[in-house]
């Protein structure tokens, strides 16, 4: 089992998850909205900081569990879906999964996910 972690532009949310909805027995999706920098953030030494100067984008963090074999089918549905061509179109992470709980019913593993 694998997490994959996107940061993607709120405005390519529509068609990531659009990419994501072709994939079949995909488990689900969880979006986090939140705000953060890249590395190639705008220099803060000269800030007058109050709450929109802290150089930091709005982006939304998607979560999705899912089997081994499904990780590059994933993984390229949100390329595709949040690509831009431009700076900024965000990252993805593949994490390993451990163990999956259904508290519902107490079922582990890949049929709890």
């Not at 900081?49 to 089918?73: H, M, N, P, T």
């Not at 879906?81 to 993805?92: M, R």
């Amino acid at each position: 089992m694998k997490q994959v972690i996107a940061y993607i532009k709120p405005l390519k949310l529509e068609n990531a998850i659009l990419e994501l909805h072709k994939i079949k027995g995909l488990s689900g999706i969880s979006v986090l909205e939140m705000r953060g920098c890249g590395h190639n953030h705008k220099d803060m030494s000269d800030a007058i900081f109050d709450e929109d100067s802290y150089g930091l984008a709005s982006r939304l963090k998607l979560e999705i569990a899912c089997s081994d074999d499904q990780v590059e089918q994933v993984v390229t549905a949100i390329q595709k879906g949040a690509h831009t061509g431009l700076k900024g179109d965000g990252k993805i992470y593949v994490l390993p999964v451990l163990e999956a709980v259904r508290i519902s019913t107490g079922e582990r593993g890949e049929v709890a996910m």
